[in-house]
T-cell receptor, first 111, second 115 residues
Framework: GENVEQHPSTLSVQEGDSAVIKCTYSDSASNYFPWYKQELGKGPQLIIDIRSNVGEKKDQRIAVTLNKTAKHFSLHITETQPEDSAVYFCAATGRDDKIIFGKGTRLHILP | GAGVSQSPSNKVTEKGKDVELRCDPISGHTALYWYRQSLGQGLEFLIYFQGNSAPDKSGLPSDRFSAERTGGSVSTLTIQRTQQEDSAVYLC?????????????FGDGTRLSIL
């Protein structure tokens, strides 16, 4: 069935360093890949998304890359700051107007 | 502007009781999703409403779970005869139109605890 794998489950990086989260998906028909950030006690918030017709998208310190051949995509956060600490979810479109979420990555930014 | 609103924010109830969770989507959004998030886990799809179409109930875990959406706006998720394994955060999201490529906007969820 449809599946999205996300790694790592936990990531600690020094403030100012870069963080990379990787996801793979199983459905070759997937064509939209959003990333969500969830802070404690809050709902997930869309931070960036990419469609299958582009290979990379950047928004300030955040970038996402997509490799459709290998069916994987990644989130890159540069110059990390304390407020980047949160849980990040990748997702990919599945069938019937649904998106399939990864299990999340807990990102800790160390002072 | 108003985002997705969920109520209550927290609900504690005894095993066997029924609960109703409410979601007010963003005005004008035709698509509405319910998800369940267990502690430290990802988002489990429950049900999807799109306009006047029949809802996609394929994610509901048992017949104790049901949902409705009145007038294409407010939605209620009902869990009957609650069990301890129902304890989780229930999240609602809405999007402007049908299609999985439409960005979903989430509420802050209802944290349900079954004693």
């Amino acid at each position: 069935g449809e599946n999205v794998e996300q790694h790592p489950s936990t990531l600690s990086v020094q403030e100012g360093d870069s963080a990379v989260i990787k996801c793979t998906y199983s459905d070759s028909a997937s064509n939209y890949f959003p990333w969500y950030k969830q802070e404690l006690g809050k709902g997930p918030q869309l931070i960036i998304d990419i469609r299958s017709n582009v290979g990379e998208k950047k928004d300030q310190r955040i970038a996402v890359t997509l490799n459709k051949t290998a069916k994987h995509f990644s989130l890159h956060i540069t110059e990390t700051q304390p407020e980047d600490s949160a849980v990040y979810f990748c997702a990919a479109t599945g069938r019937d107007d649904k998106i399939i979420f990864g299990k999340g990555t807990r990102l800790h930014i160390l002072p | 502007g108003a985002g997705v609103s969920q109520s209550p924010s927290n609900k504690v109830t005894e095993k066997g009781k029924d609960v109703e969770l409410r979601c007010d989507p963003i005005s004008g959004h035709t698509a509405l999703y319910w998800y369940r998030q267990s502690l430290g886990q990802g988002l489990e799809f429950l049900i999807y409403f799109q306009g006047n179409s029949a809802p996609d109930k394929s994610g509901l875990p048992s017949d104790r779970f049901s949902a409705e959406r009145t007038g294409g706006s407010v939605s209620t998720l009902t869990i009957q005869r609650t069990q301890q394994e129902d304890s989780a955060v229930y999240l609602c999201a809405s999007s402007a139109d049908r299609g999985a490529w439409q960005p979903q906007h989430f509420g802050d969820g209802t944290r349900l605890s079954i004693l």
